[in-house]
């Protein structure tokens, strides 16, 4: 069974929808180091969880990066959702010429195991394999009654994630690319 380390409930229907029923949400508040590397911070919390647990681990961070912005609030997405929310962030964009943003993940697995880590592991670590996802996309008034957090503000394809259907979000979301790319690697573990 494989944990996945988050008190979100929308990531986890979205991890679940790629693994089926071998992942299981476990809330584990660890502490979260700051910083602009959104692969460092997820490392971080995979190594803090797995430590916990002794047994397999996920997590994933994730941001929304407006390029109007250098990338803000990128791995501070959460607090600035938590404080502004998405209708005031997407007000501080409407007047900028460039609405282009990026939905960028990183999901960091971790299983004590020797495989080869990213990013490079110190002394007395435990390794740590590195997925990433990224979706480039447009900034835009809110629409849609679906998804969570930034969905109704980040326009794909000439439609926002929250007027996305759950499959169709995840096929084209930086969450379902970096799931994708993690399932791709943790199915192949099985065979080397």
Known sequence: MLRFVTGNDGKV???RAALDDDVTQFTYDYPEIQSPDLGAIAAHGAREAYREVGAPVMVEDSGLFVDAFAGFPGPYSAYVEDTLGIERVWRLTEPEDDHAAAFRSVIAYCDGSGFASAPAVRDGEPPVAIFEGRVEGTIVAPRGDGGFGYDPIFEYDD????????????EHSHRGRAIDAFVEWYDGQGEA
């Open 159 to 170: 439609r926002t994630f929250a007027e996305m259907d759950p499959e169709e979000k995840n």
């Open 13 to 15: 229907r979205e991890a």
